[in-house]
């Protein structure tokens, strides 16, 4: 069978509504055809957990598993050894500035953090699955490349390796809009807006097809790009 690489962070065990279209994707693929390979999330501080999902994947699919890293865990835990430092110094204050100072220190820390976690807080992982992943497939036994998001940054993973592989097709699944989703647009057009407007576009260029789960959402991308309406299609959600 022809082998597809997929690209998912949200897969069992981890619950939510994210994990069902790519669970039943690959469900179905050997129909088809298709032998998927899934890489996903290992260790993950995400909190819905759903292990009767297990019993849906197919016997005998190899799923990669790479751990995620928190940036909010590795600033937090900074935070507080930097509070701890300076607690002599800071303890002339009142309680009521000190709180204050330090409340002022976090969020400081906060817009640092959104700044680095571009396009979003699985940006970590996207960037150790591009420099393990190598370690555990052969690219050029792939047939096909699939990258879904939300997270986003998966999608940045497939950019990577399209760009090293040029000769693999690259599908893109939207299952929710990116910059022009009310949830994620910067009405103030900062430099988080600019950076993902400019990775968004690069993706869309980038890839073979594209993939959404509304007709709305399909002339949403052909009419921001300006692109053929052949590579964009809809796949709706099912019930």
């Known amino acids: 069978m022809r082998k597809v690489l997929i690209i998912a962070y949200y897969f069992p065990p981890l619950g939510w509504s994210g ?27 995400f909190s819905i957990k759903d292990k009767s999902l297990f ?16 940036l909010k865990d590795m600033t937090d835990d900074m935070i507080g050894k930097l509070k701890q430092q300076i607690s002599l110094t800071t303890s002339i204050l009142s309680d009521k ?12 820390f906060n817009e640092i953090r959104n700044l680095i976690l571009i396009p979003d807080g699985n940006t970590i992982w996207a960037n150790k699955v591009i420099r393990e992943l190598y370690e555990y497939i052969d690219l050029q036994e792939i047939d096909l490349i699939y990258t879904t998001s ?56 980038k890839c073979d097809k594209i993939i959404t789960t509304t007709p709305y959402a399909t002339n949403n991308f052909i009419k921001r790009y300006k692109i053929d309406s052949g590579k964009v299609i809809t796949i709706t959600n099912g019930y």
């Open 19 to 45: 994990v069902q279209r790519t669970l039943k994707f690959i469900k179905y693929l050997r129909n088809y055809n298709w032998e998927p390979i899934v890489v996903t999330v290992g260790e993950s501080k």
């Open 150 to 205: 939300a997270p986003y940054s998966t999608h940045l993973i497939g950019y990577y390796l399209k760009n090293e592989n040029n000769n693999i097709p690259w599908i893109t699944d939207f299952r929710d809009e990116w910059v022009n989703n009310a949830c994620y647009m910067k009405a103030d057009k900062n430099i988080n807006y600019k950076i993902e407007s400019y990775m968004e576009a690069k993706i869309v260029e």
């Open 97 to 108: 500035i000190r709180a204050e100072y330090f409340d002022k220190i976090e969020e400081k």
């Open 55 to 70: 019993d849906e994947i197919p016997n005998d699919i190899k799923v990669i598993r790479i751990d995620d890293i928190k």
